[in-house]
């Protein structure tokens, strides 16, 4: 039996957690037998090079646990009721798979496809210069703070709290933070019927989209833009009209005037993170009012500020009710987390909750206490002081070293946690980012965010949320060198 155990010593698991895990996957895998005793705890620990006392914790939690059967001078055996049945044996001659002859393409009426996302890499973390996008540094999440919540959150109190399904409602205490901590400070007051939880913004965007467009509907989004947007609107069946961006953000002109609803990103425009002045955004309001068309904002990093004076948002110019506001915090704490909330006039909230119910009742109310805990004890205040004094400081450095190994290169603007790039006419971004890729350097090609056609496509996008500040220089001189290389390569065919 031993020989189905393979420990891993540099594993973040302990010991102990890996031999229980490996026992249990024995167990349901049908691969030990059920009228042979176990190896003796003894035998077990001296064979897998770990404590005695560390196979008879497992052996009794097993116990406890219902897999295992301890009988006095005989050992522990695996308990029948959790013996693997045997898979039936196929027809001769049977290659067939479960399925397999059914044409899907037919009985799909949906078919979203695997749609492109720009920042998204599982391995940025192999990567010596990880310049991403909606990743942060692991040193910066501050653990110990997060665990004392998440003990908090399973308190006998607060498992009555949570423990029910509230399916018409979400943790009361987290609806109170967002109103005391996060929405006050982007100038926002909202009544309990006029937030809901979301399973990170996305949802919101989805849910918003699923309530308000169909195939009569022209759904506006800035261009270069956040394309998930995009594909959530035509799925519904909207027409998707691609709005322009300048150095200031969405251009407010005539062309809005065809939208039903329209998709930006006044604070830091996404992708180019370039901040859409007050003079404007009024004029959007106005032209909201004259042409009867809605706005959702997506204030994605709305914490992400390092300027004394951030501009308030949108949704609180707002006096019509015509800005849905989607905000997150897994920008902050942690993507992973996917928590995300909805601002709107209640009307609209309740038929978001209602959707909402149909698809997963609620967001898990075990992570809305443990975020509402997080944001009550100041740890949130705490996290977001640290962070802006860390970007401002990897956001001058980026800065310095664009200016130095990059000076042909234009950079529209840095903000929030990244920065956008023109690299010189000629030069394919797609092209650089492949090339990047070799040299442990991983960077996002601005055509990642193209909606429509047409637009250039010697752009980047460099995150520095995830990068450590002392490799953000040398990953900078790396690129420039790469960028070199790509443009003789351009030169001399």
């Not at 109103?179 to 100038?187: D, W």
Request: aromatic share 6%; charged share 20%.
């Amino acid at each position: 039996m031993p020989a189905l155990f393979h420990l891993d010593r540099s594993a973040p698991a302990t010991l102990q957690r890996q031999v229980r895990e490996q026992l249990v996957s024995s167990i349901l895998g049908g691969f030990l037998p059920t009228d042979k005793p176990l190896p003796s705890c003894r035998n077990l620990a001296k064979n897998l090079n770990v404590s005695r006392n560390t196979v008879v914790l497992v052996y009794d939690s097993l116990v406890a646990d219902g897999y295992l059967i301890s009988r006095e001078r005989h050992g522990y055996f695996v308990n029948p009721h959790f013996q693997a049945e045997p898979a039936s044996p196929a027809s001769p001659g049977s290659t067939a798979r479960p399925g397999a002859s059914l044409d899907w393409t037919s009985r799909l009426k949906s078919r979203p496809g695997q749609q492109p996302n720009a920042s998204l890499s599982h391995n940025w973390q192999h990567y010596r210069y990880p310049f991403v996008y909606s990743q942060l540094d692991n040193s910066l999440f501050p653990v110990q703070h997060w665990r004392r919540c998440w003990r908090d959150a399973v308190s006998v109190q607060a498992i009555r709290d949570w423990g029910s399904d509230r399916y018409d409602s979400d943790d009361p205490m987290l609806i109170e933070q967002l109103q005391k901590r996060i929405l006050p400070s982007r100038g926002i007051q909202a009544n309990n019927d006029e937030i809901l939880i979301t399973v990170g913004s996305q949802q919101a965007l989805y849910l918003l989209a699923q309530l308000l467009l169909d195939d009569q509907s022209c759904f506006g989004i800035e261009d270069p833009g956040y394309p998930s947007a995009a594909h959530i609107a035509r799925l519904f069946g909207a027409r998707v009209q691609s709005l322009a961006v300048d150095e200031q953000g969405l251009v407010v002109d005539d062309r809005l005037s065809g939208c039903d609803a329209i998709y930006l990103t006044p604070s830091h425009q996404c992708p180019t993170t370039v901040t859409l002045p007050l003079v404007r955004r009024q004029a959007l309001l106005e032209q909201a009012e004259q042409h009867d068309f809605l706005l959702i904002e997506d204030d994605y990093e709305m914490e992400m500020n390092f300027d004394s004076h951030p501009t308030p948002a949108l949704k609180s110019l707002d006096d019509k009710g015509r800005v849905l506001y989607v905000g997150s915090l897994s920008k902050t704490l942690a993507p992973g987390l996917r928590m995300g909330f909805l601002v709107a006039p209640a009307p609209v909230i309740q038929e978001a909750r209602n959707l909402r119910q149909l698809m997963l009742r609620h967001p898990p109310l075990n992570n809305q206490r443990a975020v509402a805990l997080f944001l009550s004890l100041g740890y949130h205040d705490t996290l977001m002081r640290k962070l802006a004094r860390e970007f401002e400081q990897r956001a001058r450095c980026l800065a310095e070293a664009l200016q130095q190994h990059l000076p042909d290169c234009q950079v529209s603007s840095i903000g929030g946690s990244s920065c956008w790039l023109t690299l010189p006419p000629g030069l394919d971004g797609a092209a650089l980012k492949r090339l990047a890729a070799e040299q442990d350097l991983l960077i996002i090609s601005g055509d990642s965010y193209h909606i429509g056609e047409g637009l250039p496509t010697n752009t980047l996008k460099l995150g520095f949320s995830a990068i450590p500040l002392e490799r953000i220089e040398p990953g900078i001189r790396l690129l420039a060198e790469l960028k070199n290389k790509l443009k003789n390569r351009l030169s001399h065919p």
